[in-house]
């Protein structure tokens, strides 16, 4: 079955850096696309990041463009999210998810940005 484990989340300061990793298995990684969520206290789950199967394009919402970074090993099976100049509203539980015909989502990581 298709599991995905986030890791990478935590304490920070704003003007800091983190980067999260999504451990892939049970599907075939490398064939399909894989994005990044986060879900604030008390928001709605938002896309924030999203990239092809083969790596080759992404796509970041326009609060993170410029800061965040995703990329993909296809070869480790895992999605990564580079994350700089944090700021407390980048605070949220970070998902992973791939679209296999059914959406699937890890169980997500709390990131956490305060002084």
């Known amino acids: 079955q298709v599991q995905l484990v986030e890791s990478g989340g935590g304490l920070v300061q704003p003007g800091g850096s983190l980067r999260l990793s999504c451990a892939a298995s049970?599907?075939?990684?490398?064939?399909?696309?894989m994005t990044w969520y986060r879900q604030a206290p008390g928001k709605e789950r938002e896309l924030v990041s999203g990239?092809?199967?083969?790596?080759?394009?992404?796509n970041y919402a326009d609060s993170v463009k410029g800061r965040f970074t995703i990329s993909r090993d296809n070869a480790k099976n895992t999605l990564y999210l580079q994350m700089n100049s944090l700021t407390p509203e980048d605070t949220a539980v970070y998902y992973c998810?791939?679209?296999?015909?059914?959406?699937?989502w890890g169980q997500g990581t709390q990131v956490t940005v305060s002084s």
């Open positions: 998810m791939v679209r296999t015909g059914l959406d699937h």
């Open positions: 049970g599907f075939t990684f490398r064939l399909y696309a």
């Open positions: 990239i092809t199967s083969g790596g080759g394009s992404t």
